[in-house]
């Protein structure tokens, strides 16, 4: 067997995966430093290695912060406006754009390849919709991680926050804007426990 040190091939592929592993864990440690639901971004990095068997590099990196600009809250538009819209496109490129934004500074500090960042952020700017295989294979590892995660916090901010109508719009829009056949099947379980766990609630 080659070892890698007698191969300039295998020693280059080893040292990309070492680099490549040492900014996934500092993203990793910077999102579980300053986000309360860091847990819902670790699983979307989690499905996207179940639905596809050699994600990128900055597929993965996309799946750990997609959301982040959620951590800060200046300059943040109210959360929740009446008469919500969860496909709302303009709020969904808002969020999208300012996640973006916080992961560019993130990444620039740790001395990241342009390149790298450039993709990373062309990935969270597509994650509410999709819009090409990697962009899409994000979406629907973020639906699988929301119904999977966030759903006991969203039935918790009824009816303070929100209707359980507008819950319940929000669920079927994870679980519908999901486009592979692989990924909706393993959403399937998830969904349902969701919709069951709504219907429990007064409202
Ligand atoms: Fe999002
Ligand atoms: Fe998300």
């Known amino acids: 067997m080659e070892l890698a040190s007698e191969s300039p091939v295998l020693w280059a592929f080893y040292v990309r995966i070492v680099v490549m592993n040492k900014l996934y864990q500092k993203t990793k440690a910077w999102v579980e430093k300053i986000y ?9 990095a989690y499905w996207i290695r179940e639905l596809t068997p050699k994600p990128s590099e900055a597929l993965l990196i996309a799946a750990l912060t997609h959301d982040i600009e959620r951590v800060f ?18 709020e969904n490129q808002w969020h999208s754009e300012r996640s973006a934004k916080f992961v560019k500074d993130f990444l620039k500090k740790e001395n990241t390849k342009t390149d790298l960042i450039e993709e990373v952020l062309r990935l969270i700017n597509h994650h509410e919709e999709g819009g090409w295989d990697e962009a899409d294979l994000l979406r629907d590892a973020d639906s699988l991680s929301f119904l999977e995660i966030n759903v006991p916090f969203f039935i918790s901010r009824i009816p303070k926050e929100l209707s359980k109508k507008e819950v319940k719009e929000k669920f079927n829009y994870m679980f519908m804007r999901i486009g592979s056949k ?22």
Not at 73 to 90: I, L, Y
Not at 182 to 203: Q, S
């Open 73 to 90: 809250k200046e300059g943040r538009k109210p959360s929740v406006s009446k008469m919500r819209k969860w496909d709302d496109q303009k």
């Open 36 to 44: 309360f639901n860091a847990d819902h971004l670790i699983r979307t």
């Open 182 to 203: 692989k990924a909706r099947e393993i959403a399937k379980p998830f969904y349902k426990k969701a919709m069951f766990d709504l219907n429990k609630v007064e409202g």
